[in-house]
């Protein structure tokens, strides 16, 4: 069993206690984000650090969306 801490950009996102380690190119899913695993880092024998790329969600576009459904009058 491992403990395993999923880290993007300095920030801990995730840290579980698992059987197997994610190895580097998995796709993943943290809080209902996708992303993929860049790097996995073993500090002890238990302790593993991964680091993580999640995809980025541009606000813009369901900003956009929004208003065509707004009343005008």
């Given at each position: 069993m491992f403990v395993i801490s999923f880290i993007e950009n300095r920030t801990v996102l995730l840290c579980q206690f698992r059987k197997q380690a994610p190895s580097e190119g998995d796709a993943i899913s943290i809080k209902?984000?996708?992303?993929?695993?860049?790097?996995?880092?073993?500090?002890?024998?238990?302790?593993?650090?991964?680091?993580?790329?999640?995809?980025?969600?541009?606000?813009?576009?369901?900003?956009?969306?929004?208003?065509?459904k707004k009343k005008k009058k």
């Open positions: 209902g984000r996708k992303g993929k695993v860049v790097t996995v880092e073993s500090v002890d024998d238990k302790h593993i650090h991964v680091q993580v790329a999640l995809k980025t969600i541009d606000k813009t576009k369901l900003a956009a969306l929004d208003n065509s």
